[in-house]
């Protein structure tokens, strides 16, 4: 029989809940399309839809974390698009996977992030079964 199932790590990197200012441009025809950022990594971040967004679309965005006058700019790509049907979503919103930032600005932004907790999980996290059923095995 099983004992305990283990959840998947899907993610390399921790997300932290923060609100951010921000403006995300589509590089294709200059038009912002997002401004206000929900959640914050040194590898991307959740920002609010303003526009429609197509998955893999570059895009220039700069942001501020809240209590610093330091911005961050960076290109990126539209990494997933949540169109806010589920139960749990914020409403419409893209991911976006940082291409372009600066090693000390990343830096920064992970000291700058420390002790900001993670967003609240949506939905039930997945299970790596593989991962269960060799520990399973092993006991």
Known sequence: M???LVPARQRRVMRRSVRVDCQVVRERDFRLIGSRGVDLSPQGMLVMAQE???TGEPVVVAFRLPRSGFWFDAEATVARVVHGRRPGDLGRCFALAFDTLEPDAQ???RGALQGV???LPSREPRIDYAE???LAALS
């Open 2 to 4: 099983f004992g305990t």
């Open 132 to 134: 269960s059923i060799r």
């Open 52 to 54: 429609p967004v197509l």
């Open 107 to 109: 830096a920064f932004l």
């Open 117 to 119: 907790p993670p967003p």
